[in-house]
């Protein structure tokens, strides 16, 4: 299993910016996928779930109406479309997949909201 992240970079207050995670070594379409993200100092927290199909959704609170998750099953790639940006945004995003009984990581993208 291989979880490789990209998309991250430099932003001003309010700019977009489109996270991908490219999968590889399972059946992507089967698995629930989960964008976190860790601040300096702070905890790993869920920013957003998506089910194998797409069907079930879930949002942090902080980031609902300015971010959205999707995945694209045929490109083995999922995604999240940050817009609105805060330096509150500020963060290390990772995507993670869980086989049972392994939680499966990518190795991270920085993001930096910073004007």
């Known amino acids: 299993v291989q979880l490789v992240e990209s998309g991250g970079g430099l932003v001003q207050p309010g700019g977009s910016l489109r996270l991908s995670c490219a999968a590889s070594?399972?059946?992507?379409?089967?698995?629930?996928m989960t964008w976190y993200r860790q601040a300096p100092g702070k905890e790993r927290d869920m920013v957003a779930r998506?089910?194998?199909?797409?069907?079930?959704?879930d949002y942090a609170d902080s980031v609902k109406g300015r971010f959205t998750i999707s995945r694209d099953n045929a490109k083995n790639t999922l995604y999240l479309q940050m817009n609105s940006l805060k330096p509150e945004d500020t963060a290390v995003y990772y995507c993670?997949?869980?086989?049972?009984?392994?939680?499966?990581w990518g190795q991270g993208t920085q993001v930096t909201v910073s004007s």
């Open positions: 998506i089910s194998g199909a797409g069907g079930v959704i």
């Open positions: 993670k997949t869980f086989i049972r009984p392994v939680h499966y």
């Open positions: 070594g399972f059946t992507f379409s089967t698995y629930t």
